[in-house]
Protein backbone atom coordinates (compact mmCIF):
# COMPACT_ATOMS: atom_id res chain seq x y z
CA UNK A 1 0.00 0.00 0.00
CA UNK A 2 2.60 2.29 1.01
CA UNK A 3 4.45 1.68 -2.16
CA UNK A 4 1.42 2.33 -4.71
CA UNK A 5 0.58 5.89 -2.35
CA UNK A 6 4.64 6.65 -3.34
CA UNK A 7 3.90 5.91 -6.90
CA UNK A 8 0.84 7.62 -7.39
CA UNK A 9 2.44 10.62 -5.46
CA UNK A 10 5.50 10.45 -8.26
CA UNK A 11 2.91 10.21 -11.31
CA UNK A 12 1.39 13.23 -9.85
CA UNK A 13 4.37 15.40 -9.01
CA UNK A 14 5.53 14.16 -12.95
CA UNK A 15 2.40 14.78 -14.39
CA UNK A 16 2.31 18.67 -12.85
CA UNK A 17 5.75 19.01 -13.70
CA UNK A 18 5.41 18.27 -17.32
CA UNK A 19 4.82 20.58 -20.28
CA UNK A 20 1.80 21.17 -20.57
CA UNK A 21 -0.65 20.15 -23.80
CA UNK A 22 -0.49 21.83 -27.08
CA UNK A 23 -2.33 25.36 -27.07
CA UNK A 24 -2.39 27.76 -29.51
CA UNK A 25 -1.00 30.76 -27.02
CA UNK A 26 2.31 28.34 -25.94
CA UNK A 27 4.12 29.72 -29.11
CA UNK A 28 5.32 33.36 -30.66
CA UNK A 29 5.74 32.39 -34.18
CA UNK A 30 8.68 34.70 -35.48
CA UNK A 31 8.22 34.08 -39.22
CA UNK A 32 6.27 32.02 -42.14
CA UNK A 33 7.67 31.18 -45.27
CA UNK A 34 5.28 29.95 -46.96
CA UNK A 35 5.46 28.48 -50.51
CA UNK A 36 2.25 27.98 -53.20
CA UNK A 37 2.14 26.11 -56.16
CA UNK A 38 -0.65 28.01 -58.15
CA UNK A 39 -0.47 26.59 -61.61
CA UNK A 40 -3.41 25.09 -61.03
CA UNK A 41 -5.64 27.66 -59.83
CA UNK A 42 -4.71 30.03 -63.04
CA UNK A 43 -4.69 27.38 -65.78
CA UNK A 44 -8.32 26.07 -67.50
CA UNK A 45 -10.40 25.01 -65.96
CA UNK A 46 -9.35 26.91 -62.87
CA UNK A 47 -9.08 24.11 -60.18
CA UNK A 48 -8.95 25.34 -56.72
CA UNK A 49 -6.70 22.95 -55.25
CA UNK A 50 -3.32 23.75 -54.69
CA UNK A 51 0.37 22.26 -53.03
CA UNK A 52 2.07 24.27 -50.38
CA UNK A 53 4.38 24.12 -47.58
CA UNK A 54 4.67 26.48 -44.68
CA UNK A 55 8.16 27.14 -42.86
CA UNK A 56 7.22 28.23 -39.01
CA UNK A 57 10.16 29.71 -37.24
CA UNK A 58 8.77 30.01 -33.58
CA UNK A 59 9.55 30.38 -29.38
CA UNK A 60 8.49 28.99 -26.82
CA UNK A 61 6.25 30.68 -24.57
CA UNK A 62 6.54 27.98 -21.92
CA UNK A 63 8.64 25.41 -21.45
CA UNK A 64 6.79 22.73 -23.90
CA UNK A 65 6.86 19.50 -26.24
CA UNK A 66 3.46 19.80 -28.35
CA UNK A 67 2.23 23.07 -29.94
CA UNK A 68 -0.91 23.52 -31.87
CA UNK A 69 -1.48 25.73 -34.80
CA UNK A 70 -4.82 26.11 -36.71
CA UNK A 71 -5.68 24.50 -39.72
CA UNK A 72 -9.41 23.68 -41.25
CA UNK A 73 -10.23 20.88 -42.31
CA UNK A 74 -12.76 21.51 -44.56
CA UNK A 75 -9.96 23.31 -46.86
CA UNK A 76 -6.72 21.76 -46.05
CA UNK A 77 -4.75 18.29 -46.03
CA UNK A 78 -1.29 17.81 -44.14
CA UNK A 79 0.64 15.47 -45.76
CA UNK A 80 3.60 16.00 -43.47
CA UNK A 81 5.21 17.68 -40.94
CA UNK A 82 9.19 18.14 -40.35
CA UNK A 83 11.80 19.81 -38.72
CA UNK A 84 11.59 19.88 -35.00
CA UNK A 85 8.73 17.16 -34.76
CA UNK A 86 8.51 13.60 -33.91
CA UNK A 87 4.42 13.33 -34.76
CA UNK A 88 0.83 15.08 -35.83
CA UNK A 89 -2.65 14.88 -35.89
CA UNK A 90 -4.88 16.81 -37.82
CA UNK A 91 -8.64 17.27 -36.30
CA UNK A 92 -11.02 20.14 -35.11
CA UNK A 93 -9.31 22.58 -37.58
CA UNK A 94 -6.24 22.46 -35.59
CA UNK A 95 -2.58 20.84 -36.42
CA UNK A 96 -1.39 19.43 -33.39
CA UNK A 97 2.84 18.75 -33.66
CA UNK A 98 4.37 16.66 -31.16
CA UNK A 99 8.22 18.02 -31.55
CA UNK A 100 11.16 16.21 -30.95
CA UNK A 101 12.24 17.35 -27.58
CA UNK A 102 10.71 19.39 -24.88
CA UNK A 103 11.52 23.25 -25.44
CA UNK A 104 12.14 25.59 -22.41
CA UNK A 105 10.45 29.09 -22.31
CA UNK A 106 12.00 31.44 -25.20
CA UNK A 107 14.14 28.67 -27.19
CA UNK A 108 13.31 28.73 -30.97
CA UNK A 109 12.46 25.74 -32.80
CA UNK A 110 11.11 25.64 -36.65
CA UNK A 111 9.14 23.18 -38.22
CA UNK A 112 7.72 22.03 -41.31
CA UNK A 113 4.34 21.56 -43.19
CA UNK A 114 3.08 20.34 -46.47
CA UNK A 115 -0.19 20.55 -47.11
CA UNK A 116 -2.90 20.99 -50.24
CA UNK A 117 -5.54 23.04 -50.18
CA UNK A 118 -8.82 20.81 -51.76
CA UNK A 119 -10.83 21.56 -54.44
CA UNK A 120 -13.21 23.68 -52.71
CA UNK A 121 -14.63 27.23 -52.29
CA UNK A 122 -14.23 28.93 -48.71
CA UNK A 123 -14.51 32.35 -48.03
CA UNK A 124 -10.41 33.05 -47.74
CA UNK A 125 -9.18 31.32 -50.67
CA UNK A 126 -11.22 32.79 -54.10
CA UNK A 127 -10.02 31.32 -57.53
CA UNK A 128 -12.35 32.11 -60.55
CA UNK A 129 -12.03 32.33 -63.79
CA UNK A 130 -7.95 32.97 -63.86
CA UNK A 131 -7.97 35.33 -60.82
CA UNK A 132 -6.69 34.29 -57.36
CA UNK A 133 -6.77 36.11 -54.52
CA UNK A 134 -7.10 36.30 -50.66
CA UNK A 135 -8.89 37.74 -47.99
CA UNK A 136 -8.55 36.36 -44.37
CA UNK A 137 -10.29 38.73 -42.13
CA UNK A 138 -11.16 37.81 -39.46
CA UNK A 139 -10.23 34.37 -39.14
CA UNK A 140 -9.48 32.80 -42.61
CA UNK A 141 -6.06 32.51 -43.06
CA UNK A 142 -6.37 29.01 -41.36
CA UNK A 143 -8.29 27.94 -44.67
CA UNK A 144 -5.44 28.46 -46.75
CA UNK A 145 -2.38 27.83 -44.97
CA UNK A 146 -1.42 26.10 -41.42
CA UNK A 147 -0.53 29.15 -39.09
CA UNK A 148 -1.28 30.78 -35.81
CA UNK A 149 -4.17 32.74 -36.18
CA UNK A 150 -5.00 35.19 -34.13
CA UNK A 151 -4.26 39.12 -34.26
CA UNK A 152 -2.10 39.39 -31.74
CA UNK A 153 1.08 37.29 -32.67
CA UNK A 154 2.26 39.60 -35.64
CA UNK A 155 5.53 37.53 -37.81
CA UNK A 156 7.27 38.20 -40.71
CA UNK A 157 6.26 36.78 -43.70
CA UNK A 158 8.04 35.51 -47.38
CA UNK A 159 6.04 34.21 -49.87
CA UNK A 160 7.03 32.16 -52.67
CA UNK A 161 4.36 31.31 -55.69
CA UNK A 162 4.89 29.37 -59.06
CA UNK A 163 2.50 31.05 -61.76
CA UNK A 164 1.89 30.98 -65.26
CA UNK A 165 4.76 33.47 -66.73
CA UNK A 166 1.47 35.59 -68.07
CA UNK A 167 -0.12 36.02 -64.78
CA UNK A 168 0.88 39.60 -62.33
CA UNK A 169 1.74 38.39 -59.06
CA UNK A 170 1.84 40.41 -55.77
CA UNK A 171 2.01 39.78 -52.17
CA UNK A 172 2.97 41.34 -48.60
CA UNK A 173 5.90 43.35 -48.67
CA UNK A 174 9.07 43.69 -51.77
CA UNK A 175 9.38 41.44 -55.07
CA UNK A 176 12.96 40.06 -53.79
CA UNK A 177 13.02 37.62 -56.83
CA UNK A 178 11.45 36.05 -59.48
CA UNK A 179 12.64 33.02 -61.80
CA UNK A 180 11.41 32.24 -65.31
CA UNK A 181 11.03 28.23 -66.31
CA UNK A 182 8.97 26.79 -68.54
CA UNK A 183 6.33 29.14 -69.36
CA UNK A 184 6.15 29.62 -65.20
CA UNK A 185 7.62 32.41 -62.95
CA UNK A 186 8.05 32.12 -59.35
CA UNK A 187 7.87 35.11 -57.57
CA UNK A 188 9.38 35.66 -54.18
CA UNK A 189 7.80 38.48 -51.98
CA UNK A 190 9.54 39.08 -48.31
CA UNK A 191 7.85 41.50 -45.33
CA UNK A 192 10.22 43.77 -43.95
CA UNK A 193 8.08 44.23 -41.23
CA UNK A 194 5.96 42.15 -38.80
CA UNK A 195 1.97 41.01 -40.26
CA UNK A 196 -0.66 39.42 -38.66
CA UNK A 197 -2.01 35.96 -39.94
CA UNK A 198 -5.68 38.28 -40.91
CA UNK A 199 -3.55 40.23 -42.89
CA UNK A 200 -1.19 38.05 -45.10
CA UNK A 201 -2.75 38.31 -48.90
CA UNK A 202 -1.46 38.03 -52.36
CA UNK A 203 -3.29 38.40 -55.76
CA UNK A 204 -2.63 37.09 -59.05
CA UNK A 205 -4.35 36.95 -62.64
CA UNK A 206 -3.83 37.24 -66.20
CA UNK A 207 -6.27 39.90 -66.42
CA UNK A 208 -4.10 42.56 -64.67
CA UNK A 209 -3.00 45.32 -65.97
CA UNK A 210 -0.51 47.82 -63.86
CA UNK A 211 -0.24 51.44 -63.05
CA UNK A 212 2.82 52.64 -61.19
CA UNK A 213 3.47 55.64 -59.46
CA UNK A 214 5.90 57.31 -57.38
CA UNK A 215 5.51 59.05 -53.92
CA UNK A 216 8.45 61.09 -52.60
CA UNK A 217 9.09 60.60 -48.77
CA UNK A 218 8.45 63.96 -46.51
CA UNK A 219 11.08 66.27 -47.12
CA UNK A 220 13.21 65.26 -43.31
CA UNK A 221 13.63 62.06 -45.70
CA UNK A 222 15.20 61.35 -48.97
CA UNK A 223 13.76 58.69 -51.64
CA UNK A 224 10.63 57.64 -52.48
CA UNK A 225 8.12 54.66 -52.93
CA UNK A 226 6.61 52.96 -54.95
CA UNK A 227 2.22 52.82 -55.41
CA UNK A 228 0.84 50.23 -57.39
CA UNK A 229 -2.42 49.79 -58.85
CA UNK A 230 -3.11 46.57 -60.49
CA UNK A 231 -6.74 46.89 -62.42
CA UNK A 232 -8.28 45.25 -65.19
CA UNK A 233 -10.01 46.39 -68.50
CA UNK A 234 -13.05 47.90 -68.88
CA UNK A 235 -12.52 49.62 -65.50
CA UNK A 236 -13.15 53.16 -65.36
CA UNK A 237 -9.92 54.90 -65.92
CA UNK A 238 -11.09 58.53 -64.94
CA UNK A 239 -11.77 57.26 -61.71
CA UNK A 240 -8.30 55.26 -61.66
CA UNK A 241 -6.34 58.35 -62.45
CA UNK A 242 -8.12 60.64 -59.58
CA UNK A 243 -6.95 57.98 -57.22
CA UNK A 244 -4.08 57.88 -57.83
CA UNK A 245 -3.47 61.42 -57.85
CA UNK A 246 -5.26 61.73 -54.62
CA UNK A 247 -3.59 58.58 -52.78
CA UNK A 248 -0.14 60.40 -53.19
CA UNK A 249 -1.81 63.73 -51.29
CA UNK A 250 -3.09 61.17 -48.39
CA UNK A 251 0.29 60.03 -48.19
CA UNK A 252 1.62 63.61 -47.40
CA UNK A 253 -1.25 64.22 -45.28
CA UNK A 254 -1.63 61.40 -43.14
CA UNK A 255 2.65 61.11 -42.84
CA UNK A 256 2.25 64.51 -41.77
CA UNK A 257 -0.54 64.10 -38.73
CA UNK A 258 0.13 61.18 -37.62
CA UNK A 259 3.88 59.17 -38.96
CA UNK A 260 5.78 58.79 -42.13
CA UNK A 261 3.61 55.74 -44.08
CA UNK A 262 5.22 52.86 -41.95
CA UNK A 263 5.49 50.19 -44.89
CA UNK A 264 8.07 49.39 -47.64
CA UNK A 265 5.21 49.48 -50.55
CA UNK A 266 1.56 50.54 -50.81
CA UNK A 267 -0.43 48.27 -53.35
CA UNK A 268 -4.21 48.03 -54.65
CA UNK A 269 -5.87 45.49 -56.71
CA UNK A 270 -9.25 44.85 -57.58
CA UNK A 271 -10.97 41.70 -57.25
CA UNK A 272 -14.24 40.46 -59.00
CA UNK A 273 -18.05 40.23 -57.46
CA UNK A 274 -17.54 37.40 -55.44
CA UNK A 275 -15.29 39.93 -52.94
CA UNK A 276 -17.28 40.16 -49.88
CA UNK A 277 -15.96 43.61 -48.85
CA UNK A 278 -15.99 47.24 -50.82
CA UNK A 279 -12.00 46.71 -49.76
CA UNK A 280 -9.78 44.79 -47.50
CA UNK A 281 -6.24 46.53 -46.21
CA UNK A 282 -4.51 43.32 -46.42
CA UNK A 283 -1.04 44.86 -45.58
CA UNK A 284 0.56 46.32 -48.36
CA UNK A 285 -1.62 44.96 -51.16
CA UNK A 286 -4.87 46.40 -50.20
CA UNK A 287 -7.84 44.30 -52.08
CA UNK A 288 -10.86 46.39 -53.82
CA UNK A 289 -14.16 45.31 -55.28
CA UNK A 290 -14.43 45.53 -58.86
CA UNK A 291 -13.31 48.80 -60.71
CA UNK A 292 -14.19 50.80 -56.71
CA UNK A 293 -11.42 53.25 -57.92
CA UNK A 294 -13.87 55.35 -55.09
CA UNK A 295 -12.04 58.12 -52.90
CA UNK A 296 -13.51 57.90 -49.95
CA UNK A 297 -12.88 53.81 -49.68
CA UNK A 298 -9.48 53.97 -51.27
CA UNK A 299 -8.70 56.11 -47.98
CA UNK A 300 -10.22 53.96 -45.66
CA UNK A 301 -7.91 51.05 -46.56
CA UNK A 302 -4.80 53.44 -46.60
CA UNK A 303 -5.81 54.76 -43.27
CA UNK A 304 -5.28 51.12 -41.98
CA UNK A 305 -2.17 50.56 -42.47
CA UNK A 306 -1.03 53.27 -40.03
CA UNK A 307 -4.16 51.63 -37.64
CA UNK A 308 -4.70 48.28 -38.16
CA UNK A 309 -1.39 47.32 -39.93
CA UNK A 310 1.03 48.86 -38.40
CA UNK A 311 -0.91 48.86 -34.77
CA UNK A 312 -2.93 45.85 -34.42
CA UNK A 313 -5.90 45.58 -32.55
CA UNK A 314 -4.93 42.99 -29.43
CA UNK A 315 -7.77 40.90 -29.72
CA UNK A 316 -10.90 41.23 -32.00
CA UNK A 317 -12.64 43.03 -29.20
CA UNK A 318 -10.52 45.71 -29.88
CA UNK A 319 -11.77 45.88 -34.12
CA UNK A 320 -12.77 49.50 -33.04
CA UNK A 321 -9.49 50.92 -32.76
CA UNK A 322 -9.24 49.64 -36.64
CA UNK A 323 -13.02 50.85 -37.35
CA UNK A 324 -13.18 53.18 -36.01
CA UNK A 325 -10.37 55.05 -36.94
CA UNK A 326 -10.42 54.73 -40.34
CA UNK A 327 -14.13 55.65 -40.97
CA UNK A 328 -13.06 59.10 -38.86
CA UNK A 329 -10.17 59.48 -40.91
CA UNK A 330 -12.30 58.98 -44.40
CA UNK A 331 -13.65 62.14 -42.44
CA UNK A 332 -10.60 63.96 -41.63
CA UNK A 333 -9.37 63.56 -45.42
CA UNK A 334 -12.66 65.38 -46.77
CA UNK A 335 -11.44 68.20 -43.86
CA UNK A 336 -8.37 68.85 -45.24
CA UNK A 337 -9.45 68.39 -49.37
CA UNK A 338 -12.64 70.26 -49.32
CA UNK A 339 -13.49 71.77 -45.91
CA UNK A 340 -15.26 71.65 -42.75
CA UNK A 341 -18.72 71.47 -43.82
CA UNK A 342 -18.10 68.69 -45.90
CA UNK A 343 -16.35 67.41 -42.85
CA UNK A 344 -18.94 67.90 -40.86
CA UNK A 345 -21.81 66.52 -43.32
CA UNK A 346 -19.86 63.28 -44.08
CA UNK A 347 -19.36 62.67 -39.86
CA UNK A 348 -23.22 63.58 -39.70
CA UNK A 349 -24.13 60.97 -42.34
CA UNK A 350 -21.99 57.91 -40.56
CA UNK A 351 -24.14 59.23 -37.18
CA UNK A 352 -26.83 59.01 -39.41
CA UNK A 353 -26.52 55.25 -40.31
CA UNK A 354 -25.74 54.27 -37.03
CA UNK A 355 -28.71 55.93 -35.65
CA UNK A 356 -30.86 54.42 -38.46
CA UNK A 357 -29.31 50.68 -37.16
CA UNK A 358 -28.21 50.81 -33.58
CA UNK A 359 -27.87 47.02 -33.02
CA UNK A 360 -28.27 47.75 -29.19
CA UNK A 361 -24.73 46.39 -28.02
CA UNK A 362 -21.76 48.25 -26.87
CA UNK A 363 -18.67 48.81 -29.32
CA UNK A 364 -16.55 46.68 -26.49
CA UNK A 365 -17.49 43.00 -25.96
CA UNK A 366 -15.10 40.88 -23.96
CA UNK A 367 -17.47 38.27 -25.84
CA UNK A 368 -15.59 38.29 -28.43
CA UNK A 369 -11.41 37.81 -27.24
CA UNK A 370 -12.07 34.50 -29.73
CA UNK A 371 -10.05 32.81 -31.82
CA UNK A 372 -13.15 32.80 -34.35
CA UNK A 373 -15.40 35.98 -33.77
CA UNK A 374 -19.02 36.19 -34.79
CA UNK A 375 -18.45 38.37 -37.76
CA UNK A 376 -21.54 39.84 -38.24
CA UNK A 377 -21.62 40.91 -34.68
CA UNK A 378 -18.04 41.80 -34.75
CA UNK A 379 -17.75 43.82 -38.19
CA UNK A 380 -21.69 45.64 -37.51
CA UNK A 381 -21.60 48.56 -39.80
CA UNK A 382 -23.48 50.70 -37.46
CA UNK A 383 -21.77 50.13 -33.86
CA UNK A 384 -18.00 49.11 -35.93
CA UNK A 385 -18.11 51.30 -38.13
CA UNK A 386 -20.08 54.53 -37.59
CA UNK A 387 -20.52 54.66 -34.06
CA UNK A 388 -17.26 53.88 -33.20
CA UNK A 389 -16.09 56.76 -35.88
CA UNK A 390 -18.36 59.33 -34.46
CA UNK A 391 -16.85 58.73 -31.17
CA UNK A 392 -13.21 59.87 -32.06
CA UNK A 393 -15.07 62.88 -33.66
CA UNK A 394 -16.31 63.71 -30.38
CA UNK A 395 -13.02 62.66 -28.34
CA UNK A 396 -11.95 65.56 -30.33
CA UNK A 397 -14.38 67.85 -29.24
CA UNK A 398 -13.72 67.00 -25.79
CA UNK A 399 -10.03 67.38 -25.69
CA UNK A 400 -10.14 70.26 -28.47
CA UNK A 401 -7.91 70.01 -31.78
CA UNK A 402 -4.28 70.73 -30.47
CA UNK A 403 -4.40 68.09 -27.55
CA UNK A 404 -6.49 65.11 -29.81
CA UNK A 405 -4.21 65.53 -32.85
CA UNK A 406 -1.18 65.42 -30.17
CA UNK A 407 -2.54 62.35 -28.83
CA UNK A 408 -2.81 60.25 -31.77
CA UNK A 409 0.73 61.65 -33.43
CA UNK A 410 2.21 60.17 -30.50
CA UNK A 411 0.05 57.12 -30.33
CA UNK A 412 1.32 56.70 -33.91
CA UNK A 413 4.86 57.03 -32.82
CA UNK A 414 4.84 55.18 -29.94
CA UNK A 415 7.45 52.24 -30.11
CA UNK A 416 5.27 49.98 -27.54
CA UNK A 417 2.54 50.00 -30.57
CA UNK A 418 4.63 50.76 -33.52
CA UNK A 419 4.55 47.42 -35.53
CA UNK A 420 2.88 45.60 -32.13
CA UNK A 421 -0.96 45.74 -30.97
CA UNK A 422 -3.12 47.21 -28.68
CA UNK A 423 -5.96 46.82 -26.67
CA UNK A 424 -8.70 49.38 -25.71
CA UNK A 425 -7.33 49.32 -22.35
CA UNK A 426 -4.10 50.70 -23.13
CA UNK A 427 -5.32 52.88 -25.57
CA UNK A 428 -7.78 54.72 -23.15
CA UNK A 429 -4.76 54.45 -20.81
CA UNK A 430 -2.71 56.27 -23.26
CA UNK A 431 -5.01 58.98 -23.70
CA UNK A 432 -5.51 60.09 -20.60
CA UNK A 433 -1.37 60.00 -20.09
CA UNK A 434 -0.90 62.54 -23.42
CA UNK A 435 -3.86 64.69 -22.59
CA UNK A 436 -3.80 64.24 -19.11
CA UNK A 437 -7.22 64.05 -18.42
CA UNK A 438 -9.08 61.87 -16.25
CA UNK A 439 -11.46 60.10 -19.28
CA UNK A 440 -12.90 56.98 -17.63
CA UNK A 441 -16.39 58.61 -17.74
CA UNK A 442 -15.76 59.16 -21.57
CA UNK A 443 -14.88 55.90 -22.61
CA UNK A 444 -16.83 53.91 -19.96
CA UNK A 445 -20.23 55.27 -21.59
CA UNK A 446 -19.81 55.27 -25.15
CA UNK A 447 -16.97 52.58 -25.47
CA UNK A 448 -17.96 50.19 -23.11
CA UNK A 449 -21.62 50.69 -22.67
CA UNK A 450 -24.42 50.93 -25.42
CA UNK A 451 -26.76 53.14 -27.17
CA UNK A 452 -27.11 56.89 -26.69
CA UNK A 453 -28.59 59.72 -24.91
CA UNK A 454 -31.92 61.03 -25.58
CA UNK A 455 -32.63 64.47 -24.88
CA UNK A 456 -35.68 65.61 -23.16
CA UNK A 457 -35.48 69.84 -23.13
CA UNK A 458 -37.32 72.23 -21.01
CA UNK A 459 -36.70 75.87 -20.50
CA UNK A 460 -38.78 78.85 -18.77
CA UNK A 461 -37.99 82.74 -18.77
CA UNK A 462 -38.63 85.42 -16.29
CA UNK A 463 -38.21 89.08 -16.28
CA UNK A 464 -36.89 90.39 -13.11
CA UNK A 465 -38.19 93.62 -11.35
CA UNK A 466 -34.38 94.75 -12.17
CA UNK A 467 -35.08 94.15 -15.70
CA UNK A 468 -32.55 90.89 -16.33
CA UNK A 469 -33.92 88.25 -18.01
CA UNK A 470 -33.72 84.93 -15.79
CA UNK A 471 -33.74 81.44 -17.93
CA UNK A 472 -33.74 78.03 -16.59
CA UNK A 473 -32.84 75.30 -18.86
CA UNK A 474 -33.34 71.58 -18.00
CA UNK A 475 -32.04 68.84 -19.70
CA UNK A 476 -33.03 65.43 -19.18
CA UNK A 477 -32.18 62.09 -20.65
CA UNK A 478 -34.89 59.16 -20.74
CA UNK A 479 -33.38 56.54 -22.56
CA UNK A 480 -34.34 53.44 -20.43
CA UNK A 481 -31.63 50.61 -22.34
CA UNK A 482 -28.64 52.45 -21.08
CA UNK A 483 -26.81 54.47 -18.49
CA UNK A 484 -26.72 58.12 -18.42
CA UNK A 485 -24.37 60.48 -20.69
CA UNK A 486 -22.11 62.54 -19.41
CA UNK A 487 -20.99 65.27 -22.08
CA UNK A 488 -19.99 69.28 -22.41
CA UNK A 489 -22.81 70.56 -23.75
CA UNK A 490 -23.23 73.82 -25.95
CA UNK A 491 -26.15 75.57 -25.91
CA UNK A 492 -27.10 78.61 -28.45
CA UNK A 493 -29.27 81.45 -26.79
CA UNK A 494 -30.71 83.98 -29.94
CA UNK A 495 -32.04 87.14 -28.40
CA UNK A 496 -34.96 89.16 -29.88
CA UNK A 497 -32.06 91.68 -31.47
CA UNK A 498 -30.90 89.01 -33.07
CA UNK A 499 -27.39 88.40 -31.82
CA UNK A 500 -26.23 85.41 -30.30
CA UNK A 501 -24.14 83.71 -27.53
CA UNK A 502 -22.71 80.18 -27.17
CA UNK A 503 -22.74 79.31 -23.52
CA UNK A 504 -20.99 75.49 -22.61
CA UNK A 505 -21.50 73.38 -19.60
CA UNK A 506 -20.75 70.39 -18.13
CA UNK A 507 -23.57 68.11 -18.02
CA UNK A 508 -23.46 65.31 -15.32
CA UNK A 509 -26.68 64.02 -13.77
CA UNK A 510 -30.23 63.49 -14.48
CA UNK A 511 -32.84 66.52 -14.73
CA UNK A 512 -29.78 69.00 -14.47
CA UNK A 513 -31.08 72.64 -14.49
CA UNK A 514 -28.67 75.24 -15.51
CA UNK A 515 -29.58 79.17 -14.42
CA UNK A 516 -29.09 81.91 -16.31
CA UNK A 517 -29.21 85.61 -16.24
CA UNK A 518 -29.24 88.09 -19.94
CA UNK A 519 -29.47 91.58 -20.08
CA UNK A 520 -31.71 91.26 -22.72
CA UNK A 521 -34.98 89.01 -23.53
CA UNK A 522 -34.07 85.60 -25.11
CA UNK A 523 -36.09 84.68 -28.15
CA UNK A 524 -34.52 81.04 -29.04
CA UNK A 525 -32.59 78.53 -27.20
CA UNK A 526 -30.83 76.06 -29.21
CA UNK A 527 -29.29 72.45 -27.82
CA UNK A 528 -25.94 71.55 -28.87
CA UNK A 529 -25.84 73.58 -32.61
CA UNK A 530 -22.79 72.66 -33.74
CA UNK A 531 -23.76 68.89 -33.04
CA UNK A 532 -20.86 68.01 -30.86
CA UNK A 533 -22.64 65.19 -29.29
CA UNK A 534 -23.31 63.61 -32.41
CA UNK A 535 -24.87 60.13 -31.46
CA UNK A 536 -28.24 61.32 -29.78
CA UNK A 537 -31.58 61.99 -29.95
CA UNK A 538 -33.84 65.06 -29.41
CA UNK A 539 -37.37 64.65 -28.55
Known amino acids: MKFLIALVALISGLILNAPSRADIQSIDVLHYDLSL ?55 GNKLSIVLDRNYAEGEEFSVTVNFRHKDVFDTAFYCNDGLVYTDSESAGARRW ?71 EFPSADKGAMQVRYYYQRGE ?52 LC ?79 KTEEPNDAQVFDPGITYSKAGCILYMLRHVLGDEVFFDVLKK ?13 TEEFVSFVEEVSGKDLGWFFEQWIYGPNHPVYQLNYTKDKSDEGKWKVQYVIIQTQKNSGYFKMPVEIEVTFTDGSTKLLTEFNDYNMQTFDFVFDKEPAKIKFDPRNMIILKEVR
Not at 79 to 89: L, N, P, R, Y
Not at 313 to 326: H, K, Q, R, V, Y
Open 411 to 423: YSNDEKFRYGNVS
Open 290 to 368: PDCWIEDLICHELIHQWFGDMITPETWADIWLNEGFATYNEALWIEKAYGKQRYQEAVEYEAVKYLNSNAGWAIYNPEW
Open 37 to 91: NLLNNLTPPYKKSYDGSVTINAKALAETNEISLNAHNYSLLIDGVSGSSKSFSHS
Open 236 to 287: TMFNLKNVMLKTNRMLDYFSEIYSKYPFEKLGFATTDRHFPWGGMENQTIIT
Open 145 to 215: FPCKDVPNDKATVKITAVVPADVQFCANGLMTDSISSSGAIKYVYESKHVVATYLIAFVASKKYLLAVEEW
